[in-house]
């Protein structure tokens, strides 16, 4: 690495571009030091636990040291002569950034900021400074041609500069030679949307000369036709590419509160005269009168289009096919959602957004709901099982996920997200998240302590969403060791006891997602995959507990079963928590008998783990194929954030957070024992190649570099603080 802080450009690399993948199944040994050949032929027998490796005629004892990635000792580097020393990476200080000290535990607040406080809310220590053009130029002539007569309203008082050539050559830094020059939005859509503002708009303008000999500036498209006015706003925003998009008027109807919900008011209504009922006296039901279940039973005819029953709604399906990509806070954006879709993700969910901005029209709130084409398709895969009644030409990958701290809200944010937003597989409701701002106010874990609240509220969502199906995620409870999953997984497949007696049956969710830690845990300690495991065979149990009440007056309706495929109708059960590898995955599905997992970090240390699932083997990919995947992310992010200044200082934003995550992948050929395990954290070492080393870098500088690759140098005011510290220490490169 240049010690002037440059990027050095990756033909000075020694890896090769066109080095295909390396594949290694279990079986297989480890790529050799010196020249990196494949796998030589030996057959080497890997031990899970790695305690004993035996080779072909040979026998020897691997002992592997708890918590540290095991490297070959070629690799390692000396931390004596390193600038810094090794540090861990803390997610759970990375989650809890910005927040006092006060509010924080001892451990989160010195491992996370060295006891200092900082200003509390949300993330409010990282500043990432502006990425603004100096002279901004105005939107009226950002994409029209320069003599095109003015039109901004504000005339004489705008504020912005309407001399076209006074900003090209002032105003805007210049044009970014990546990517060959060629802007990726003209690329994919045939004209940019950004017009003048974009860092690549030498390759879609020129100068004419007219007649008269006057010249001028004017845009041009991919096949060399003129453009001539400004580009269509819809276009210009996302395009055709991306779905679920709202329209400004219904966020307007939306922050007016305007926007009709018709099914939940009558829910709600209902659901107030039942509670007025109920603490009016006792139940007529407990007396032994039916009158109070038929009122419930009948309650659907009241509404003049019954809504649909949960075994009506649009059957999902999970599978050992179906690895999942978790809604991932900050980073589960529509570029890396798209990334991970074509490399095999199979469902994909949201970021978890948050009911009342939802409600409130904020537009920040509804780009969480977008989802791109890709998303929109049927997933690939063809269930081995016989499934009922699944159609998978009608199924499609993506998901919204919502966390929501009472009935009505979570109600209303339903029937808006079904109205408004129609590619939708379906809605989540977050039970699981930690952070506090989200937990003092009643949403995420904290609904886990309010079980027979969180019962109301997912029966309710089932009500209004159509035929979107419901489901759940969760975590094992709030505290460290008190366990409440089994007992809440039990609620939610059954109905609790008062929704029995009231004939009302299961809430009827579709899947139910346990996450294998506490909310006090949050991610200091691994996922409890034993619990998960028990948690899952409570399902099965539950199908024998299904038949023994058959005739008899708590036997659920068959109309109140979940949507799932399953022949007995209760919902799929999905274990989430430290999945880093095909073998993790397999083994998780094999010993706790689930019918899918979720990935959360994993993706985002090695985006190819859904591709390691499909084909059942390592995959050793090459540095060219990890910076190959990073430009596919940068594309991603500047077609869907834009071109412009702005657009270019949002992907370096996301690409550096992902970056931060994506360092800590070791590559598997310079891995002494398989598999690798997620706790572990690796010692100083150095790639296979200098491109190698960099991209194991924990060092944020050094992921600036990375960026400045294919986004150029960063912004004067740019100024990125990352979550935590991964490994930081200053690596030599070779020689």
């Known amino acids: ?62 002992e592997r040291q708890k918590g540290v990635t095991p490297i070959k000792p070629e690799y390692l580097i000396d931390l004596s002569r390193t600038a810094e020393p090794t540090a861990q990476a803390d997610d759970d200080a990375a989650e809890s950034a910005g927040k006092p000290e006060s509010k924080l535990s001892q451990g989160q607040a010195s491992a996370g900021r060295g006891g200092q406080k900082t200003k509390g809310g949300q993330n409010h220590a990282r500043q990432f400074g502006s990425s603004r053009d100096a002279i901004q130029l105005c939107m009226s002539r950002a994409r029209v041609n320069e003599f095109a007569p003015p039109s901004c309203s504000f005339g004489a008082k705008c504020k912005f500069e309407h001399d076209l050539r006074k900003y090209l050559q002032d105003g805007k830094r210049g044009d970014l030679e990546t990517f060959e020059g060629m802007c990726p939005i003209l690329e994919v859509k045939g004209k940019c949307t950004a017009g003048w503002r974009c860092r690549f708009a030498g390759s879609h303008s020129k100068e004419v000369e007219h007649e008269d000999g006057r010249k001028e500036l004017v845009l041009i498209k991919k096949n060399g036709e003129t453009v001539h006015g400004d580009a269509d706003e819809a276009e210009g925003e996302e395009g055709i590419a991306v779905a679920n998009l709202v329209s400004v008027g219904d966020k307007i109807q939306l922050r007016k509160k305007k926007f009709p919900t018709p099914k939940s008011e009558q829910y709600l209504k209902w659901l107030d005269q039942r509670m007025n009922d109920t603490n009016g006296g006792s139940s007529k039901a407990e007396n032994g009168d039916d009158e109070a279940t038929d009122r419930v039973h009948d309650n659907r005819a009241r509404y003049r289009e019954p809504p649909l029953k949960p075994s009506e709604k649009r059957r999902i399906y999970y599978g050992p096919e179906t690895p999942i990509l978790a809604p991932l806070t900050t980073q589960g954006n529509m570029p890396f959602r798209r990334l991970c879709v074509s490399l095999g993700a199979q469902v994909t969910w949201s970021e978890m957004a948050m009911s009342l901005p939802l409600l409130q029209g904020e537009k920040q709130e509804w780009a969480l709901m977008k989802a791109h084409e890709s998303e929109t398709l049927p997933p690939r895969y063809t269930p081995k099982a016989i499934v009922q009644d699944y159609d998978n030409s009608k199924d499609l990958k993506f ?23 129609p590619s939708l597989r379906a809605i989540d409701l977050n039970c699981g998240c930690p952070i506090d701002l989200v937990y003092r106010q009643g949403s995420g874990s904290a609904l886990l302590d309010a079980p027979a609240k969180l019962e109301k509220i997912l029966r309710g969502m089932n009500t209004v969403s159509g ?22 997984s039990r609620r939610l497949v059954l109905g609790g006891e008062e929704a029995q007696d009231a004939g009302e049956g299961p809430a009827g969710v579709a899947a139910i997602t346990l996450h294998g830690r506490s909310r006090q845990q949050r991610y200091t300690r691994s996922a409890d995959w034993e619990y998960i495991a028990e948690c899952a065979s409570l399902v099965q149990k539950l199908k024998t507990q299904k038949a023994g009440v058959t005739d008899t007056v708590r036997e659920p309706d068959a109309r109140d079963l979940s949507s799932s495929t399953s022949s007995s109708g209760l919902p799929y059960f999905v274990g989430n928590g430290d999945i880093l590898s095909h073998t993790d995955y397999n083994d998780h599905m094999a010993t706790g008998k689930l019918d899918s997992c979720m990935i959360a970090r994993g993706a985002l240390i090695k985006p190819w783990i859904f ?3 499909e084909s059942q083997q390592y995959l050793d990919k090459s540095a060219s194929e990890r910076l190959g995947y990073i430009e596919r992310f940068v594309r991603n992010g500047l077609e869907y954030w834009g071109s412009d200044e702005v657009g270019v200082g949002t992907t370096r934003r996301f690409l550096l957070e992902w970056l931060s995550f994506s360092c800590r992948y070791v590559p598997v050929g310079i891995l002494e024992v398989l598999p690798p395990r997620f706790g572990d954290r690796p010692p100083a070492f150095r790639g296979r190649s200098e491109l190698e080393t960099l991209l194991s870098s924990g060092n944020y500088k050094d992921w600036i570099k990375i960026s400045e690759m294919f986004l150029g140098p960063a912004h004067k005011d740019f100024n990125f603080q990352p979550k935590h510290k991964s490994n930081s220490y200053e690596i030599e490169a070779e020689g």
Request: net charge negative; aromatic share 2%.
């Open 467 to 488: 035929e979107v199906p419901i489901t759940v995620k969760i975590r094992m409870g709030t505290k460290d060791k008190h366990p409440t999953a089994e007992k809440l």
């Open 1 to 62: 690495m240049a010690e002037n802080g440059e990027a050095e450009p990756t033909s000075h690399m020694d890896d090769d571009p066109s080095e295909p993948t390396r594949t290694m199944k279990r079986s297989e040994p480890l790529a050799e030091t010196g020249d990196f050949e494949e796998p030589t032929s030996k057959r080497v027998k890997l031990d899970l636990d790695g305690a004993n490796d035996t080779t072909e005629g040979t026998s020897f004892k691997q």
């Open 399 to 421: 998901g919204a996920q919502i966390a929501a701290n009472k009935p009505w809200l979570a109600l209303k944010t339903t029937e808006v997200l079904t109205s408004l937003a």
């Open 611 to 613: 591709e390691e699932i």
